[in-house]
Protein backbone atom coordinates (compact mmCIF):
# COMPACT_ATOMS: atom_id res chain seq x y z
CA UNK A 1 0.00 0.00 0.00
CA UNK A 2 1.57 3.33 -0.71
CA UNK A 3 1.32 6.80 1.33
CA UNK A 4 -0.92 8.31 -0.79
CA UNK A 5 -3.39 5.46 -0.14
CA UNK A 6 -2.56 5.32 3.76
CA UNK A 7 -3.08 8.99 4.14
CA UNK A 8 -6.52 8.52 2.22
CA UNK A 9 -7.73 6.06 4.45
CA UNK A 10 -6.93 8.00 7.63
CA UNK A 11 -9.76 10.37 7.04
CA UNK A 12 -12.16 7.97 5.96
CA UNK A 13 -11.47 5.73 8.57
CA UNK A 14 -11.75 8.76 11.35
CA UNK A 15 -15.46 9.70 9.35
CA UNK A 16 -16.36 6.01 10.16
CA UNK A 17 -15.80 5.41 13.23
CA UNK A 18 -17.71 9.56 14.26
CA UNK A 19 -20.50 8.17 12.44
CA UNK A 20 -20.15 4.83 14.73
CA UNK A 21 -19.87 6.44 18.11
CA UNK A 22 -22.32 8.99 17.14
CA UNK A 23 -25.08 6.23 16.51
CA UNK A 24 -23.43 4.42 20.01
CA UNK A 25 -24.72 7.09 21.29
CA UNK A 26 -27.97 7.76 19.65
CA UNK A 27 -28.45 4.60 20.57
CA UNK A 28 -28.00 4.67 24.44
CA UNK A 29 -30.26 8.01 24.57
CA UNK A 30 -33.30 6.74 22.73
CA UNK A 31 -33.29 3.23 25.03
CA UNK A 32 -33.52 5.97 27.74
CA UNK A 33 -36.21 8.49 26.31
CA UNK A 34 -38.18 5.24 25.64
CA UNK A 35 -38.96 5.06 29.34
CA UNK A 36 -39.47 8.87 30.02
CA UNK A 37 -41.79 9.30 27.32
CA UNK A 38 -43.68 7.03 28.21
CA UNK A 39 -43.71 7.79 32.27
CA UNK A 40 -44.28 11.59 30.57
CA UNK A 41 -47.40 9.92 28.74
CA UNK A 42 -45.94 11.23 25.41
CA UNK A 43 -46.45 7.12 24.03
CA UNK A 44 -47.65 4.10 24.64
CA UNK A 45 -45.47 1.62 26.41
CA UNK A 46 -45.41 -0.94 23.42
CA UNK A 47 -43.82 2.53 21.66
CA UNK A 48 -41.34 2.36 24.03
CA UNK A 49 -40.37 -1.28 23.70
CA UNK A 50 -40.42 -0.64 19.97
CA UNK A 51 -37.77 2.41 20.40
CA UNK A 52 -35.66 -0.88 22.84
CA UNK A 53 -35.44 -3.10 19.44
CA UNK A 54 -34.80 -0.15 17.08
CA UNK A 55 -31.84 0.89 20.07
CA UNK A 56 -30.53 -2.75 19.98
CA UNK A 57 -30.43 -2.66 16.01
CA UNK A 58 -28.59 0.97 15.72
CA UNK A 59 -26.09 -0.42 18.54
CA UNK A 60 -25.25 -3.55 16.29
CA UNK A 61 -24.47 -0.98 13.50
CA UNK A 62 -22.42 1.25 15.48
CA UNK A 63 -20.04 -1.83 16.38
CA UNK A 64 -19.86 -2.59 13.32
CA UNK A 65 -18.82 1.20 11.97
CA UNK A 66 -16.40 1.36 14.76
CA UNK A 67 -14.97 -2.44 13.69
CA UNK A 68 -14.37 -1.38 10.07
CA UNK A 69 -12.95 2.23 11.38
CA UNK A 70 -10.78 0.18 13.72
CA UNK A 71 -9.83 -1.83 10.62
CA UNK A 72 -8.94 1.08 8.14
CA UNK A 73 -7.22 3.36 10.60
CA UNK A 74 -3.70 2.05 10.57
CA UNK A 75 -3.34 3.03 14.40
CA UNK A 76 -4.71 6.35 14.37
CA UNK A 77 -4.48 7.38 18.45
CA UNK A 78 -7.89 9.29 17.65
CA UNK A 79 -9.35 7.06 15.31
CA UNK A 80 -8.82 4.23 17.87
CA UNK A 81 -9.69 5.55 20.95
CA UNK A 82 -13.01 6.65 18.85
CA UNK A 83 -13.63 3.49 17.97
CA UNK A 84 -13.26 1.29 21.18
CA UNK A 85 -15.33 3.70 22.52
CA UNK A 86 -18.24 3.32 19.97
CA UNK A 87 -17.85 -0.57 20.49
CA UNK A 88 -17.90 -0.25 24.56
CA UNK A 89 -21.42 1.81 24.13
CA UNK A 90 -22.37 0.06 21.14
CA UNK A 91 -21.73 -3.58 23.11
CA UNK A 92 -23.45 -2.04 26.74
CA UNK A 93 -26.76 -1.38 24.41
CA UNK A 94 -26.29 -4.74 22.84
CA UNK A 95 -26.21 -6.43 25.72
CA UNK A 96 -28.93 -4.92 27.77
CA UNK A 97 -31.70 -5.83 25.57
CA UNK A 98 -30.23 -9.16 24.80
CA UNK A 99 -30.11 -9.87 28.28
CA UNK A 100 -34.01 -8.95 28.69
CA UNK A 101 -34.70 -11.33 26.42
CA UNK A 102 -32.89 -13.75 27.71
CA UNK A 103 -35.17 -13.52 31.35
CA UNK A 104 -38.23 -13.06 29.22
CA UNK A 105 -37.68 -16.69 27.52
CA UNK A 106 -36.86 -17.86 31.26
CA UNK A 107 -40.35 -17.05 32.69
CA UNK A 108 -43.85 -17.62 31.66
CA UNK A 109 -45.65 -15.25 29.96
CA UNK A 110 -47.77 -14.30 33.00
CA UNK A 111 -48.42 -11.46 35.04
CA UNK A 112 -50.62 -12.28 37.71
CA UNK A 113 -49.02 -14.00 40.62
CA UNK A 114 -50.66 -15.49 44.04
CA UNK A 115 -49.84 -17.35 47.27
CA UNK A 116 -53.93 -18.91 47.11
CA UNK A 117 -54.65 -19.40 43.40
CA UNK A 118 -57.98 -21.36 44.61
CA UNK A 119 -59.15 -18.32 46.70
CA UNK A 120 -56.59 -14.92 45.49
CA UNK A 121 -56.78 -11.86 47.21
CA UNK A 122 -58.59 -9.42 45.30
CA UNK A 123 -58.26 -5.62 44.85
CA UNK A 124 -60.61 -3.14 45.72
CA UNK A 125 -58.94 0.11 46.05
CA UNK A 126 -56.63 -0.16 43.51
CA UNK A 127 -59.37 -1.24 40.61
CA UNK A 128 -60.54 2.44 40.22
CA UNK A 129 -56.79 3.35 39.46
CA UNK A 130 -56.53 1.10 36.68
CA UNK A 131 -57.09 2.64 33.15
CA UNK A 132 -58.94 0.84 30.28
CA UNK A 133 -55.69 0.05 28.63
CA UNK A 134 -54.44 -2.07 31.63
CA UNK A 135 -54.78 -4.89 32.44
CA UNK A 136 -58.44 -5.90 34.50
CA UNK A 137 -58.03 -6.24 38.09
CA UNK A 138 -59.73 -9.86 38.14
CA UNK A 139 -57.67 -12.97 38.68
CA UNK A 140 -56.49 -14.49 34.92
CA UNK A 141 -57.58 -18.14 35.85
CA UNK A 142 -56.70 -21.30 35.94
CA UNK A 143 -54.07 -22.09 33.08
CA UNK A 144 -52.01 -19.37 34.87
CA UNK A 145 -52.39 -20.61 38.04
CA UNK A 146 -50.87 -24.03 36.15
CA UNK A 147 -47.87 -22.06 34.79
CA UNK A 148 -47.61 -20.46 38.34
CA UNK A 149 -47.73 -23.63 40.07
CA UNK A 150 -44.61 -24.49 37.78
CA UNK A 151 -42.44 -21.60 37.56
CA UNK A 152 -42.81 -20.68 41.11
CA UNK A 153 -43.95 -23.66 43.05
CA UNK A 154 -42.29 -22.22 46.16
CA UNK A 155 -44.73 -19.41 46.40
CA UNK A 156 -47.24 -20.13 49.63
CA UNK A 157 -48.96 -18.46 52.16
CA UNK A 158 -47.63 -17.42 55.75
CA UNK A 159 -49.22 -18.65 58.77
CA UNK A 160 -48.14 -16.66 61.77
CA UNK A 161 -48.32 -17.45 65.70
CA UNK A 162 -48.84 -13.50 65.97
CA UNK A 163 -52.13 -12.14 66.18
CA UNK A 164 -53.82 -10.25 62.92
CA UNK A 165 -53.14 -6.60 64.30
CA UNK A 166 -50.03 -7.57 64.48
CA UNK A 167 -49.32 -8.42 61.34
CA UNK A 168 -51.08 -6.22 60.18
CA UNK A 169 -48.99 -3.69 60.95
CA UNK A 170 -45.85 -5.32 60.25
CA UNK A 171 -47.11 -6.18 56.90
CA UNK A 172 -47.25 -2.66 56.11
CA UNK A 173 -43.62 -1.43 57.58
CA UNK A 174 -42.72 -4.33 55.48
CA UNK A 175 -44.38 -2.44 52.11
CA UNK A 176 -43.29 0.87 52.93
CA UNK A 177 -39.26 -0.33 53.20
CA UNK A 178 -39.92 -2.07 49.71
CA UNK A 179 -40.71 1.47 48.39
CA UNK A 180 -44.48 0.51 47.49
CA UNK A 181 -47.00 3.64 48.16
CA UNK A 182 -49.98 2.20 50.40
CA UNK A 183 -52.94 2.83 48.37
CA UNK A 184 -55.64 1.10 51.01
CA UNK A 185 -54.77 0.26 54.42
CA UNK A 186 -58.01 -1.39 55.73
CA UNK A 187 -57.07 -2.60 59.30
CA UNK A 188 -61.12 -3.84 60.75
CA UNK A 189 -60.78 -6.00 57.03
CA UNK A 190 -56.89 -7.10 57.33
CA UNK A 191 -56.52 -5.82 54.07
CA UNK A 192 -53.86 -3.72 52.24
CA UNK A 193 -53.36 -2.56 49.11
CA UNK A 194 -49.84 -0.78 47.05
CA UNK A 195 -48.53 -0.35 44.10
CA UNK A 196 -44.81 -0.16 43.10
CA UNK A 197 -43.37 1.79 39.98
CA UNK A 198 -40.28 0.83 38.53
CA UNK A 199 -37.44 3.55 38.08
CA UNK A 200 -36.71 4.00 34.31
CA UNK A 201 -40.62 3.22 32.79
CA UNK A 202 -42.52 3.96 35.55
CA UNK A 203 -44.41 0.78 35.04
CA UNK A 204 -46.50 -0.24 37.93
CA UNK A 205 -47.57 -3.59 39.46
CA UNK A 206 -49.96 -3.63 42.36
CA UNK A 207 -49.93 -5.51 45.56
CA UNK A 208 -52.45 -6.65 47.74
CA UNK A 209 -52.15 -8.51 51.18
CA UNK A 210 -54.78 -10.82 53.12
CA UNK A 211 -54.80 -11.29 56.79
CA UNK A 212 -57.07 -14.17 57.84
CA UNK A 213 -57.38 -15.49 61.56
CA UNK A 214 -57.50 -19.40 61.36
CA UNK A 215 -57.02 -21.83 64.03
CA UNK A 216 -53.91 -22.67 63.03
CA UNK A 217 -52.84 -18.69 63.60
CA UNK A 218 -52.74 -16.00 61.43
CA UNK A 219 -52.62 -16.01 57.71
CA UNK A 220 -50.93 -14.48 54.97
CA UNK A 221 -52.24 -13.95 51.39
CA UNK A 222 -50.30 -11.68 48.62
CA UNK A 223 -51.36 -11.29 44.98
CA UNK A 224 -48.74 -9.04 43.30
CA UNK A 225 -50.20 -8.15 39.03
CA UNK A 226 -48.74 -5.96 36.56
CA UNK A 227 -50.97 -3.49 35.11
CA UNK A 228 -48.72 -3.53 31.64
CA UNK A 229 -47.24 -6.07 29.30
CA UNK A 230 -47.58 -9.85 29.11
CA UNK A 231 -44.52 -11.25 30.91
CA UNK A 232 -43.51 -9.65 34.04
CA UNK A 233 -39.76 -10.72 33.74
CA UNK A 234 -40.91 -12.78 37.06
CA UNK A 235 -41.00 -9.64 39.15
CA UNK A 236 -43.93 -10.18 40.49
CA UNK A 237 -43.28 -13.76 41.97
CA UNK A 238 -39.67 -12.16 42.94
CA UNK A 239 -41.57 -8.96 44.98
CA UNK A 240 -44.06 -11.88 46.72
CA UNK A 241 -40.86 -13.81 48.20
CA UNK A 242 -38.77 -10.36 49.12
CA UNK A 243 -42.13 -9.48 50.89
CA UNK A 244 -43.01 -12.73 52.79
CA UNK A 245 -39.05 -13.31 53.86
CA UNK A 246 -38.95 -9.89 55.34
CA UNK A 247 -42.93 -10.23 56.64
CA UNK A 248 -41.58 -13.22 58.85
CA UNK A 249 -37.97 -11.62 59.79
CA UNK A 250 -40.26 -8.64 61.23
CA UNK A 251 -42.71 -11.14 63.01
CA UNK A 252 -41.49 -12.48 66.19
CA UNK A 253 -40.74 -16.14 66.47
Known amino acids: MNIQ ?25 AAVFSGIGYRLELWHFRTGIQMIK ?15 GLALS ?21 YVPFSWKQALDAYPYIHD ?11 MAIASL ?26 QPLVSNAG ?14 MGMEIVSANEGDLHIEATYTTLL ?13 TDDGTRVDVRSKSRVGRSDLGQNAK ?5 MNRLEDELPG
Open 201 to 213: YGYKDDMVVRITE
Open 113 to 123: ITTDTDDPPQF
Open 5 to 29: TASAEKPLARRIVVIGLIVAVAAVL
Open 164 to 177: PGEVFAAAGKVLDS
Open 54 to 68: WSFYAASAAVVLSLI
Open 239 to 243: RIRNF
Open 74 to 94: RKSRAVVVMSVLGMIIGGIMI
Open 130 to 155: RGPEDHPVTYDGPEVAAQQKQAYPDL
